[in-house]
């Protein structure tokens, strides 16, 4: 079964943290490089963080480098993304996908709010 869940999203204040988490199936996850993306509301979805099979290459949207940082368990086919120092902007839905050409599935994303 083809599968994509996204967990850990929610509502934060300014400055705060948040840690999320993608569980793949394994014909999507299996050595491939995965990303994490996301959609604001009214935009366009767009590219957060990147890693790769063996996790030694990350790469990072300009708008969350040195707040945010993508790591992998691929015994548990999960991806996770640590967001640190997040700001109002960050507000979206969170998607796990593989990169850099997503599949055509998406998971149902998770939600992340940054408010005071």
């Known amino acids: 079964q083809v599968q994509l ?3 850990g999203g929610g509502l934060v204040q300014p ?3 948040l ?9 999507i996850f299996s050595a491939r490089t995965m990303g994490w993306y996301r959609q604001a509301p009214g935009k366009e979805r767009e590219f957060v963080a990147s890693i790769s099979w063996g996790g ?10 040195g ?27 969170y998607y796990c996908n593989t990169y850099p050409r997503p599949r055509d599935f ?3 994303g998770t939600q992340v709010a940054v408010s005071s």
């Open 15 to 17: 400055g705060g943290s």
């Open 19 to 27: 840690r999320l988490s993608c569980l793949a199936s394994g014909s």
């Open 56 to 65: 030694a290459n990350t790469y990072y949207g300009d708008a969350v480098k």
């Open 67 to 93: 707040r945010f940082t993508i790591s992998r368990d691929n015994a548990r086919n999960t991806v996770s993304l640590q967001m640190n120092s997040l700001k109002p902007e960050d507000t979206a839905v």
């Open 106 to 108: 998406w998971g149902q």
């Open 5 to 7: 869940v996204e967990s």
